[in-house]
């Protein structure tokens, strides 16, 4: 062989290995993707997006300061009438009670029928002014959270205050401003409320009926007094419907909304223009 056909045979070879890397390359990259592909299929927490009815209005119904007294029967309640809600949850009241985890787990694992979001670690330790005037500190206690319950998306609610942080919106009071825009920051939607069934602040029962709330609830929406048209969100406690007798009022204020033939229930992660969720 001389030295130009010894030549073109070390180009060949060369050609052929890095034909073949190449291949290799790309089978390996095909087969990453649908090893990704198989899992996302099996992880119900890759986020879907809904295409919203512009003739339907939407409920979302949440319960706040789970797990309490209160909780499993607020699930259960859902479940019995087949409505999505959901509950933002506080990582000490979780730590406080013998089967605290064992209801967070159980609320993460019914989605999407039942979303688990994030309400801070501490609840502010019920000092609200101090929490907002460390905003630093208020934004790790929200890490904890995050952490501490594995909640699977980044959506939180402020303890003792109504505020909104979208993608390219941050509302808030002056007081919740730097705590906003640091969550903002960290890639968290901040959700509020428009409607409260409000609670005795000493029994924590509720203060409205059940046809009380529902006619706050189509008034707002036919008035357009909500944060987003045709979207309302409903703020209510677990602990509210600990007792038998409350449990059925919130069975009737559900069951009331659901007469309505355009209204859909809807978890928190749907609301519109949130942030990206995966």
Known sequence: ?????????????????????????????????????????????????????STKKYIYLTFDDGPQNGTTTCVELCRQLGVKASFFMVGLHAAGKSDGAKIVSMIRQSYPHLLLANHSYTHANEKY????????????????????????????????NSAWVRNGEVKSTHLVKNVCNLLDSAGYNVIGWDVEWDFNRKTAFPVQSPEKLAAMVDSALSKHQVHTRNHVVILTHDRMFRDPAYADSLSHFINLLKQHPDYVFETVDHYPGLKRLN
Not at 131 to 144: G, I, N, R, S
Request: aromatic share 12%; hydrophobic share 40%; with cysteine.
């Open 1 to 53: 062989m001389n030295r130009m056909q010894w030549m073109a045979l070390v180009v060949f070879v060369g050609i052929v290995a890095c034909n073949n890397t190449f291949r290799d390359e790309t089978e390996l990259k095909k087969k990453a993707a649908a090893e990704k592909a198989h899992l996302d299929s099996m992880n119900q927490f890759v986020w879907k997006p809904v295409t919203y009815d």
């Open 129 to 160: 002014r101090f929490f907002y005037q460390h905003p630093e500190m208020a934004k790790e206690d929200f890490l904890k959270n995050q952490e501490s319950l594995n909640v699977p998306y980044k959506i939180v609610r402020l303890p003792g």
